[in-house]
T-cell receptor
């Protein structure tokens, strides 16, 4: 079954304690992205990756890091979380074939930073 | 910078009514345009996409046409069902990368 998995699904942490949210896809997709969703703001892209070792900033990259060492994995790292990073996070993967696009989103990770 | 503006919700319709959710954008060049749907408690699903002017994306009875002259990509469905109740997001992706900008979302309620 084609899927994007995220772990953990729920996380409560404290300010300054480093954390990593993992994202993995089993479809061999080239493109992967991280988004955060906040009420009234829709989704905002944090980082994206167009292939292994190719990452770039989205709209709101401050306070986040990513890496893409393998095609299937795209972890999101918060080196020093702050309360304004409390949000719902989604990972997504995409495959483009000309104008056609296949895209899958993970189930989301709800993060609370105290 | 690039931006997407959607009509504010919630939109409440009766079953079998016609649906329009407005979306306009600001971008340089020729972005790709998207509609996504998010059902309660779930992640997003790509609903439809258009990559150039006058393209029509369609899926599951939903349609949207890329209008360059009015910088719009309005979502339409001829007859909505209760199961269409969800939040709908319009988005654009600029040329030359994978940076994606979303609108704030429009919540749709369909009553039986």
């Amino acid at each position: 079954e084609a899927q994007v998995t995220q772990n953990p699904r729920y996380l409560i942490t404290v300010t300054g304690k480093k954390l990593t949210v993992t994202c993995s896809q089993n479809m061999n997709h080239e493109y992967m992205s991280w988004y955060r969703q906040d009420p009234g703001l829709g989704l905002r892209q944090i980082y994206y990756s167009m292939n292994v070792e190719a990452t770039d900033k989205g709209d709101v990259p401050e306070g986040y890091k990513v890496s893409r060492k393998e095609k299937r994995n795209f972890p999101l790292i918060l080196e020093s979380p702050s309360p304004n990073q409390t949000s719902l996070y989604f990972c997504a993967s995409s495959q483009l074939r000309g104008p056609q696009e296949t895209q899958y989103f993970g189930p989301g990770t709800r993060l609370l930073v105290l | 910078g690039d931006s997407v503006t959607q009509m504010e919700g919630p939109v409440t319709l009766s079953e079998e009514a016609f649906l329009t959710i407005n979306c306009t954008y600001t971008a340089t060049g020729y972005p790709s345009l998207f509609w996504y749907v998010q059902y309660p408690g779930e992640g997003l699903q790509l609903l439809l996409k258009a990559t150039k002017a006058d393209d029509k994306g369609s899926n599951k009875g939903f349609e949207a046409t890329y209008r360059k002259e009015t910088t719009s990509f309005h979502l339409e469905k001829g007859s909505v069902q209760v199961s269409d109740s969800a939040v709908y997001f319009c988005a654009l992706r600029g040329t030359g990368g994978f940076k994606t900008i979303f609108g704030a979302g429009t919540r749709l309620f369909v009553k039986a």
